[in-house]
């Protein structure tokens, strides 16, 4: 069982749409980091969370530490938003990453 | 300088080569790692160098021999490999290890043929 569980597997919505992908964690994760993959590979980390909310532009980050889940808004979406979204937990022994989110944004 | 570079991009080897894949960062950070990625799955960890030394190997093959000559250089020499382990390869540095955010290299691409 994967200690991070990420929700929906995919996602497509038409330009300008708010987003959110949710991630699960479970016991033992001290911090959260969502990462964004192109299709070219490289990674970009957009954000590491371990209390509260933080903003970068259009995007949102937030996590509840209580409840054990963090979510990932997008705002104004925008075709070149198209791209995976890994949210990975830090158990302090190293990261468990969840599956994945493919998020496709028409035009 | 807020980049890790890998290089090569692509790498087409057969099982009897020897080859390397490199990586390189500038901002003084102290720990490096290194991840294997197949098609649609999440990054797997292979290796963490923390202050130049081994810290964690995630039961890797011996085919696949990582180096840190110095704290800005990490590499990964390949020998033997089979076609299994064509996949896309991460590199990635922290200031510590298992602290503070992750910075990614754009991957090396690896086919074996």
């Known amino acids: 069982k994967n200690e991070v569980e990420q929700s929906p597997q995919n996602l497509t919505a038409q330009e300008g749409e708010f987003i959110t992908i949710n991630c699960s964690y479970s016991?033992?994760?001290?911090?959260l980091h969502w990462l964004q993959q192109h299709p070219g590979g490289g990674i970009v980390s957009l954000f590491m969370?371990?209390?509260g909310k933080k903003k970068h532009g259009r995007l949102i980050a937030t996590i509840n530490i209580q409840e054990k889940h963090s979510s990932l808004h997008i705002t104004a979406s925008h075709p070149r938003d198209s791209a995976v979204y890994i949210c990975?937990?830090?158990?302090?022994?190293?990261?468990?990453f969840g599956t994945g989110t493919r998020l496709q944004v028409f035009p | 300088d807020t980049e890790v570079t890998q290089t090569p991009k692509h790498l087409v080897m057969g099982m009897t080569n020897k080859k390397s894949l490199k990586c390189e960062q500038h901002?003084?950070?102290?720990?490096m790692y290194w991840y294997k990625q197949k098609a649609k799955k999440p990054p797997e960890l292979m290796f963490v160098?923390?202050?130049?030394?081994?810290?964690i190997n995630e039961s890797v093959p011996s085919r696949f021999s990582p180096e840190c000559p110095n704290s800005s250089l990490l590499n990964l020499h390949l020998h033997a490999l089979q076609p299994e382990d064509s996949a896309l390869y991460l590199c990635?540095?922290?200031?510590?290890?298992?602290?503070?955010?992750?910075?990614f290299g754009e991957g090396s691409r690896l086919t074996v043929l």
């Open positions: 990635a540095s922290s200031h510590i290890e298992r602290a503070g955010e992750l910075f």
């Open positions: 016991v033992g994760i001290s911090a």
């Open positions: 969370l371990s209390s």
């Open positions: 990975a937990g830090d158990n302090t022994d190293k990261l468990i």
């Open positions: 901002m003084g950070h102290r720990a």
């Open positions: 160098y923390s202050y130049e030394k081994l810290s």
